[in-house]
């Protein structure tokens, strides 16, 4: 399959520090790809290299078999993370104003506006200024901006953010109608589930490197599980009588359970009983890692050292915004 994107070791450096390193990457057309790391990690600088808006240092790149975003901007819609809406205008005039930029026709602009209006739950908002609209509306009025043209490729930069659940849950199925309509998707996150709900391709980028980079499937399938959660029926257990159990390397609460790391190449089979026979349980089972879990244990060194900080760069999900 033909690739929609291709990075070969594209490089970028502001003053002393390189926000991207070495990066290579291929995105097959089709893909629904997400870029995931913590807040930092040079994913927005990744982005806006592909799209033409920041130039490389080095390396090479090609967008819809084109050298530069640049040259296939109408079959392209992008999402910027920032709000990037005229304040002043009201909304059909700003979807129509980018739609014609796009290079749509005027007959075709009118009813794409109401129908995508209403799709998004803002079939009353036509005329409002954007600046009357909530920072959850105006990112729904954006993606709007991004897609009505129909585009091959289209770019999402933290689509998320400003939306509660309820608007989350209702983008995901909007991103996952443009995947289905035959758009390559490529989106980026620090909200891991969120790429763990959608994707079929991951990279993930830490520090500006590329740490992992593969299909969904196949990194979970990859990764033995060394996470048992262990509810002990009596809820004041203390750790300790856990913590005595061989292959244990470490434990953290986790609501009314506790999330049990085992050590390297220590087997489930003989540690679970053994738990079981140390504390009563409620509830037992053997997790599978996460995106999460795996992007902390790949960055940590294996060691789980850290992680307290990195998950807290990961972010949360729910809660970010208003609708």
């Not at 520090?17 to 997400?34: D, I, M, Q, R, S």
């Not at 209006?117 to 803002?122: E, F, K, P, Q, Y």
């Not at 509660?164 to 991103?175: A, F, S, T």
């Not at 048992?228 to 061989?246: C, K, M, N, S």
């Amino acid at each position: 399959m033909a690739a929609a994107i291709t990075l070969d070791r594209i490089t970028k450096t502001f003053g002393p520090t390189t926000a991207v390193h070495g990066f290579t990457l291929e995105v097959p057309a089709g893909a629904l790809c997400g870029v995931i790391g913590p807040n930092g990690a040079g994913k927005t600088t990744l982005i806006r290299m592909i799209l033409g808006i920041l130039l490389p240092d080095s390396g090479r790149l090609s967008v819809l078999g084109c050298g530069s975003a640049l040259e296939a901007r109408d079959r392209i819609g992008y999402l910027p993370e920032e709000r990037g809406l005229y304040r002043k205008m009201r909304v059909r005039d700003f979807i129509a104003y980018m739609a014609r930029i796009k290079g749509m026709p005027d007959s075709a602009i009118r009813r794409e506006i109401a129908a995508w209006l209403d799709r998004v739950g803002l079939g009353d908002a036509a005329g409002r200024r954007c600046e009357e609209l909530s920072k959850g509306m105006q990112q729904k009025v954006q993606f709007i901006t991004s897609v009505i043209h129909r585009p091959e490729l289209l770019i999402l930069d933290e689509p998320f953010s400003g939306l509660d659940p309820v608007n989350q849950r209702r983008m995901k199925d909007l991103v996952l109608g443009e995947h289905r309509r035959g758009a390559t998707v490529l989106f980026s996150t620090h909200i891991m589930q969120h790429a763990e709900d959608l994707c079929d391709h991951v990279v993930m980028i830490h520090r500006g490197n590329k740490v992992l980079d593969g299909s969904l499937s196949s990194i979970l399938e990859s990764r033995d599980g060394r996470h048992i959660l262990f509810e002990p029926l009596d809820r004041g257990t203390l750790p300790a009588a856990l913590g005595r159990v061989d292959g244990i390397q470490g434990m953290e609460i986790e609501g009314s359970a506790w999330n049990v790391l085992l050590e390297p190449g220590a087997d489930p089979a003989e540690v679970i009983p053994a738990l079981a026979s140390a504390v009563t349980p409620a509830r037992i089972l053997l997790r599978r890692p996460t995106l999460e879990d795996i992007f902390i244990d790949i960055v940590s060194g294996g060691g789980g050292e850290g992680g307290d900080g990195l998950r807290a760069g990961l972010g949360v999900e729910a809660g970010e915004g208003d609708a």
